[in-house]
């Protein structure tokens, strides 16, 4: 069965670094779509970013752009979120999610448990 | 950049009641770019529908989808326990690529 499995979050100070990572397995990583969305302490869900299969395609929200890039190492079934120059709105947990693609049309069909990131000084 | 609007906020309602929820797009969209998902408190989201109206698997079918253009309802016919939750509508575009609503939390009345 498919799982996804986040780590790396935490507190952080503001202006700092964090690379979360998301372990995949029950499904054959590299022919996917991978995204991060996260959600803020009490509020709703916000996507961040995304990547294809090959990792040639990427796409991240406006709030995150330049600050946060994502990656993936389809040999070892894994995605990755470098968060840098962190600020206080990013304190959120962050979910890696499936896409599922078809007829140019994703959704995310499957869930992490998600990973908490607080940044605070 | 396509603004998901859901309504109610908050809905309050009895264990057999239908709900109705609304997810009310900026402009108009394609069906086919419409996701509902549910949360429950602690829980990663779940998907329920896509297509604004195809059942993901294993999902019951009291949950059912519909709409077009810019209005879009996720409606449970006849709630069970287990559904009250947050519900998020979300559009599948271009950019930003995924839009989500901000959300109608389903309570127990």
């Known amino acids: 069965q498919v799982q996804l499995v986040e780590s790396g979050g935490g507190l952080v100070n503001p202006g700092g670094s964090l690379r979360l990572s998301c372990a995949a397995s029950?499904?054959?990583?590299?022919?996917?779509?991978m995204s991060w969305i996260r959600q803020a302490p009490g509020k709703g869900l916000q996507w961040v970013s995304y990547?294809?299969?090959?990792?040639?395609?990427?796409y991240y929200a406006d709030s995150v752009k330049g600050r946060f890039t994502i990656s993936r190492d389809n040999a070892m079934n894994s995605l990755f979120l470098q968060m840098n120059s962190l600020r206080a709105e990013d304190t959120a947990v962050y979910y890696c999610a499936r896409d599922h693609c078809t007829n140019g049309v994703c959704y995310h069909d499957y869930w992490g448990q998600g990973t908490l990131v607080t940044v605070s000084s | 950049e396509i603004v998901l609007t859901q309504s109610p906020g908050t809905l309050s309602l009895s264990p057999g009641e239908r709900a109705t929820l609304s997810c009310r797009a900026s402009q108009r969209i394609s069906s086919s770019y419409l996701a509902w998902y549910q949360q429950k408190p602690g829980q990663a989201p779940r998907l329920l529908i896509y297509g604004a109206s195809s059942r993901a698997t294993g999902v019951p079918d009291r949950f059912s989808g519909s709409g077009s253009g810019t209005d879009f309802t996720l409606t449970i016919s006849g709630l069970e326990p287990e559904d009250f939750a947050v519900y998020y509508c979300?559009?599948?575009?271009?950019?930003?690529?995924?839009?989500f609503g901000q959300g109608t939390k389903l309570e127990i009345k």
């Open positions: 990547i294809s299969g090959g990792g040639t395609t990427i």
């Open positions: 029950g499904f054959t990583f590299s022919g996917d779509y």
């Open positions: 979300q559009h599948y575009g271009s950019s930003p690529r995924y839009t």
